[in-house]
């Protein structure tokens, strides 16, 4: 019986350790990268029923933190409807209402009247006659200084604070971390006469300032120390740069605020974009715009755009400072631009890479957002693209769903563009010149979808782009050639830049990517174009060179070199393969890694063809093995030529009519994604 009795007690206790410990789920924070992210400041202290569907939506919620006390299940609720959603709790800082039992809201605030019943009075922060002092109406500040007085555990209010939101409010686990309104980086502008270090007397500026700055900063530290590196701490205030290493990030509240850099957009952009750097990871930058109408358009696409210039940041749009309370939905919410493409960019100045007030660009996998900061209407003609505008439902007058090749933009206004469906392809592990029409064809020669141009905005037109992941770490780099420099880019941030060849060479380069030697890591292989020698070099991911190079054919000819890879024999090693460019006879020959020939090659075209020969390989059929596949340079009809592995043609047919001879570039790829590749033959005019 005792023994039963021993078990039973011993299962309640196991059973009681249990609940305890999942009370605090933690969450993993989803970091999104798809744009557009949104964000809902939202304050009420209730959830309605009505509202969960529709607050799910968001990828971030700011709610106050009695709802979990009050609306606790559509809480739960919530998260349930979007599992990825990151909810943060919402606390002031530095008030509190201490009329909170007569207010009419006191039978909603729970955690308001216990956070109230715990304060002593020396934590108030008073003047110099000894009176409670007011920012807000309704509320009395606290005093954040380790001038304060102690309660009777010790504890000042920046000691406090952070212990009841890791116990009151981080430890009931349905949030992903704390939200701290009213951060600020000083105090004094509030009024000249605090004393905070309570002895009677009004203290100078520099001291308030010191102590209430000091005072924040350890109420953060403790915070982290208390819940821990999982959590996320967002804080709201004119941005203190001494305060990010302790952040997650920041609310930029009623975009472009006259606080932060006295309203200036380029002002306020220099700091959101350098911000990160300190920030913890994962960081989140939010910027909330309002303008007391839900129909200001305008200023909604303005800060919406102006925050998917950079990576970090969430974008939220709301009544205004008086009313974070509304569930406002966006024709542009709906749209999926994807993964960004390109870092932001200056579209009237390329040099120019600081924020400055102008027109700028960013581009996304399935569209564009452009931003005009300037103070007057921008007129821009795109260059080789076209683009669709949203077909929504609010401000048809921008998002009419029309087909354009320009756009007007008022000042201080914003569009998000769509890539037209017939466009939506990006060319992986092939280099293609930017901006070159590409053709698409099947194994038998048939356009098998509309042709499209091979542009990326953000880099030169002209440039030599390849797109791969040349580390194997899941992540595409963009390498891009431009006047003979390769610069890698990933994550839309250049990491690396090297030259292939002399300094002095400034033209095209032909570049492919593979793994040469087995080890999972992808090696670059360049040949140089037009005015170099028939040189062809390779590289580690890094730009380092692996060999010295060699010389494909006679080292004296200088229309230069095309390359492309491909296991040529099936022994799991793959070989480079060599076309001559323009001046050279059509000879397709092949190397190994260390440039022995190891093949006599064969003659794609006939032998008195000088224009030069494009090649790429490429699995077209289906059937597991690549084929080679070719186009003439200058000089000769648009012939495209499909060889095996042996040089024996088992295709061809005219990628263009027969009288167009200004010449062709080859790339392979499946852009459809069904499992065989197309053939992409690219022309700069047609």
């Known amino acids: 019986m005792f023994k039963y009795l021993k078990k039973i007690n011993?299962?309640?206790?196991?059973?009681?350790?249990?609940?305890?410990?999942?009370?605090?789920?933690?969450?993993?924070?989803y970091e999104k990268s798809d744009y557009p992210k949104v964000a809902n400041y939202f304050l009420k202290w209730t959830i309605a029923d009505?509202?969960?569907?529709?607050?799910a939506k968001w990828d971030l919620l700011i709610l106050d933190m009695e709802v979990q006390v009050n609306s606790r299940q559509n809480l739960k609720k919530i998260r349930e409807l979007n599992p990825n959603i990151i909810i943060l709790a919402y606390i002031t800082s530095q008030e509190a209402n201490a009329n909170i039992y007569s207010d009419q809201w006191s039978y909603n605030a729970t955690l308001r009247k216990k956070l109230v019943d715990s304060i002593v009075d020396g934590w108030w922060l008073k003047n110099k006659d000894g009176n409670r002092t007011t920012f807000w109406e309704g509320t009395y500040l606290l005093n954040m200084s380790d001038s304060a007085k102690t309660n009777n555990n010790g504890q000042r209010w920046n000691d406090f604070l952070p212990e009841f939101v890791n116990k009151e409010i981080i430890s009931t686990g349905l949030w992903d971390g704390v939200f701290y309104d009213n951060i600020w980086g000083d105090v004094a502008w509030v009024r000249g006469d605090f004393d905070i270090n309570n002895d009677g007397q009004a203290d100078s500026i520099k001291n308030v300032n010191d102590g209430w700055s000091n005072g924040v900063k350890k109420m953060l530290k403790k915070t982290r120390d208390l819940i821990g590196d999982k959590y996320l701490i967002l804080g709201n205030g004119k941005v203190f740069l001494d305060y990010q290493s302790l952040l997650n990030g920041v609310m930029f509240e009623g975009f472009p605020a006259s606080w932060e850099s006295n309203g200036n957009w380029s002002g306020i952009l220099s700091t959101y974009s350098k911000i990160d750097n300190d920030n913890n990871s994962p960081k989140i930058t939010i910027v909330n715009s309002y303008d007391g109408s839900r129909q200001n358009y305008q200023k909604m696409r303005f800060g919406l755009a102006t925050t998917m210039l950079e990576n970090h940041g969430y974008f939220s749009f709301d009544f205004d400072v008086s009313s974070h309370n509304q569930i406002w939905w966006y024709d542009e919410y709906d749209v999926s631009l994807g993964k960004a493409r390109s870092a932001a960019y200056n579209l009237l100045d390329r040099t120019i890479t600081d924020y400055k007030n102008s027109l700028w660009r960013r581009d996304f996998e399935n569209g564009v957002v452009m931003v005009n900061s300037s103070d007057k209407e921008q007129l821009y003609v795109f260059k080789g693209e076209e683009f669709e505008k949203i077909n929504g439902t609010q401000d048809r007058s921008v998002n009419n769903g029309s087909i354009i090749n320009f756009i007007k933009l008022k000042a201080n206004d914003a569009i998000m563009l769509l890539k037209r469906a017939s466009s939506v392809a990006t060319i992986k592990n092939n280099s293609f010149n930017n901006g070159d029409f590409i053709r698409v064809f099947n194994k038998q020669g048939q356009q098998s979808r509309s042709g499209f141009f091979a542009y990326m905005d953000a880099f030169s037109p002209s440039s030599q782009i390849l797109i791969s992941d040349i580390d194997n770490d899941k992540q595409d780099e963009t390498l891009v050639n431009s006047n003979g420099l390769i610069t890698i880019y990933k994550n839309n941030q250049k990491?690396?830049?090297?030259?292939?060849?002399?300094?002095?060479?400034k033209g095209e380069i032909s570049f492919a990517v593979a793994d040469l030697d087995g080890d999972g890591v992808k090696e670059i292989i360049t040949g140089a174009g037009q005015g170099g020698g028939p040189h062809v070099r390779v590289f580690n991911k890094d730009g380092k060179p692996l060999i010295g190079g060699f010389f494909a054919y006679d080292k004296d000819f200088r229309g230069g070199v095309r390359v492309a890879v491909m296991d040529l024999d099936g022994d799991g090693t793959q070989e480079i393969i060599t076309a001559a460019g323009i001046g050279g006879g059509p000879h397709i020959r092949v190397f190994n890694k260390d440039g022995k020939s190891i093949t006599a090659g064969f003659f794609a075209y006939e032998q008195t063809f000088r224009g030069g020969v494009s090649i790429a390989v490429g699995d077209i059929d289906g059937d597991g093995k690549k084929e080679i596949i070719s186009v003439p340079g200058p000089g000769r009809d648009p012939e495209v030529k499909i060889f095996d592995k042996d040089g024996k043609n088992i295709q061809s047919f005219l990628a263009y009519e027969k009288d167009f001879t200004a010449g062709l570039r080859i790339m392979v790829d499946d852009i459809d994604a069904n499992g065989t590749d197309e053939i992409l033959v690219g022309a700069i005019s047609f």
Do not use: H, N, S, W
């Not at 009681?16 to 410990?21: D, E, K, N, R």
């Not at 009505?50 to 607050?55: A, D, G, I, M, Q």
């Open 10 to 29: 011993i299962f309640f206790v196991l059973l009681g350790f249990l609940i305890i410990f999942q009370t605090r789920p933690c969450f993993a924070i």
């Open 50 to 55: 009505y509202e969960v569907t529709e607050l």
């Open 495 to 505: 990491i690396r830049e090297f030259k292939p060849y002399d300094g002095k060479f």
